[in-house]
């Protein structure tokens, strides 16, 4: 079963910053859409950002907009999630996945992802 692996997470203060970074072993990244989600407790899973395989396209979520960044190293089979400006409602699981690419996997809310991590988690917090 191919797997994507997270790391990055942790406590930080509101207003701080993290970067997730999302990697593979036994896959390319720079083939799939990559996604990067959310869950917190109590809520359902929302999709934070993607990033298209073939133009490098990026969308986010209108609650992270201009404060989250989504980029990929080719090199280093990696793809990150810059958060800036944290705030205590970013708090959760971060989760990324990988989909084949077509019109609709960065739109998704998650089924079209077929390549998930196990997550990691990020708290903001005083």
């Known amino acids: 079963q191919l797997q994507l692996v997270e790391s990055g997470g942790g406590l930080v203060q509101p207003g701080g910053s993290l970067r997730l970074s999302c990697t593979a072993s036994?896959?390319?990244?720079?083939?799939?859409?990559i996604g990067w989600f959310r869950q917190a407790p109590g809520k359902e899973r929302e999709r934070v950002s993607c990033?298209?395989?073939?133009?490098?396209?990026?969308n986010y979520a209108d609650s992270v907009k201009g404060r989250f960044t989504i980029s990929r190293d080719n090199a280093k089979n990696t793809v990150f999630l810059q958060m800036n400006s944290l705030k205590p409602e970013d708090t959760a699981v971060y989760y990324c996945?990988?989909?084949?690419?077509?019109?609709?996997?960065?739109?998704?809310?998650?089924?079209?992802?077929?390549?998930w991590g196990q997550g990691t988690l990020v708290t903001v917090s005083e």
């Open positions: 036994e896959f390319t990244l720079a083939t799939y859409d």
């Open positions: 996945a990988a989909g084949v690419h077509t019109d609709y996997v960065c739109y998704s809310s998650g089924p079209q992802f077929e390549y």
């Open positions: 990033i298209n395989s073939r133009d490098g396209s990026t």
